[in-house]
């Protein structure tokens, strides 16, 4: 077949690139046939579900496939609700929250509008803005993370989105309540300024942009069930927003764009407050001794509030990454995110740290 698909496609997709996920163990296991893998490369919770999640999704499987969930996912917004003490008519579910920043791209944005979102922040927010045909403007990072005043400064009549991770992935670099919230107040109110929350459960309390959305009608909160939850396979996500928000994100919205079993997953892990602390915990110990181990090797790193932390090696990472792959450990480099040098590592169970330490050491000696 001779035919151009290319030509055929959107302006905007036709310069796109899938996004790349971390390299899954099973693609591994297929191209070296190594067994024995760590993987430290997708910032998933170490511990996995917590037994309520488990427990529900064992009941949610038990019920039966053949029934379709709940559109409306009723009974997760009345937990998330209570959690944030705002009205069912804010939340807005997704498949995950990249489905959300999706749906806030394909609300919002048109050929004639921009978002505005930092160099080195979450690859999701340029594909969704380039897949409308939206324009992206990238502002120059503060220290690696979001300098807020080259952001209030690209906002122009032109800009309908403005996204800011906190704490932000790859980086793990975070912006304090007081700074964040002066922000989202200075801006012009046709603006929506999107606050992704995805590490937010590793800060170990202080504010959180959720406590401003009945302030700012123009914010949008964002938070998954991926991270810290361990609810990653599941694919369950959510927005706070206004209700008059909410409700153009679900003109979008795919019907039943959250299964049955991750409804049922989610809303029991919101229980799980003691799975919670475990993760962080051990979040933070792990943290801790990756720090003093790249202080060893004499390795600098970015200080981190997320469940990754991002190494510099001092070189080019792509052939590091190749050679951990080699030793079974795979981690995530981040040369598209303008990280040509640096690698993102989760951190894991102690025993899985330390096998990554055991291999970044041999392959930085070889």
């Known amino acids: 077949m001779s035919c151009d698909f290319l030509a055929l496609a959107a302006p905007g997709v036709r310069g796109l690139h899938p996004y790349q996920p971390g390299k899954p163990i099973e693609e591994l296991e297929r191209e070296l046939g ?6 430290l490369a997708s910032n998933e919770n170490p511990l996995g579900a917590g037994p309520l999640a488990r427990e529900a999704a064992s009941r949610a499987l038990a019920a039966g496939l053949q029934w379709y969930p709940d559109g409306n996912g009723f009974t997760l917004k009345q937990k998330i609700a209570a959690r944030h003490g705002l009205e069912m008519d804010r939340i807005t579910l997704g498949n995950g929250s990249n489905d959300v920043l999706e749906l806030l791209a394909r609300a919002f944005l048109t050929p004639e509008h921009e978002s ?13 803005t380039q897949a409308i045909g939206a324009r992206a403007v990238v502002t120059p990072a503060l220290d690696w993370g979001h300098d807020l005043e080259a952001m209030a400064a690209a906002i122009t009549p032109a800009t309908r989105l403005v996204f800011i991770a906190n704490p932000n992935n790859p980086t793990g670099t975070w912006l304090g309540a007081d ?15 999107v606050v992704d929350e995805a590490y937010t459960e590793y800060l170990e309390g202080g504010e959180s942009a959720a406590d401003w959305v009945g302030r700012y009608p123009n914010l949008v909160v964002t938070r998954t069930f991926s991270k810290a939850y361990g609810l990653a396979g599941l694919r369950v996500g959510y927005a706070l927003s206004h209700p008059k928000v909410a409700d153009l994100l679900n003109r979008v919205r795919q019907p039943f764009n959250v299964n049955s079993v991750a409804l049922a997953a989610a809303a029991a892990a919101l229980d799980d407050r003691e799975h919670i602390a475990r993760s962080v915990a051990l979040n933070r110990d792990g943290m801790a001794w990756l720090e003093g181990e790249f202080r ?4 600098a790193w970015i200080p981190s509030k997320g469940n990754f932390i991002s190494v510099d ?14 030793e079974g450990v795979i981690v995530r480099p981040v ?23 055991r291999a970044l050491e041999k392959v930085l000696g070889s």
């Open 116 to 128: 505005v979102f930092s160099a080195h922040a979450f690859a999701v927010y340029p594909i969704v």
């Open 179 to 193: 700074a964040l919230e002066r922000f989202v107040a200075g801006v012009p109110e046709q603006v929506i300024v």
């Open 313 to 326: 090696t001092d070189r080019p990472a792509g052939p590091l990454f190749e050679a951990l792959l080699r």
């Open 296 to 299: 060893r090797l004499g390795l």
């Open 335 to 357: 040369g598209g995110y303008g990280m040509p040098n640096h690698l993102r590592v989760t951190i894991g169970l102690p025993e899985e740290n330390r096998r990554f330490i």
């Open 34 to 39: 190594i067994r024995d893998i760590v993987k």
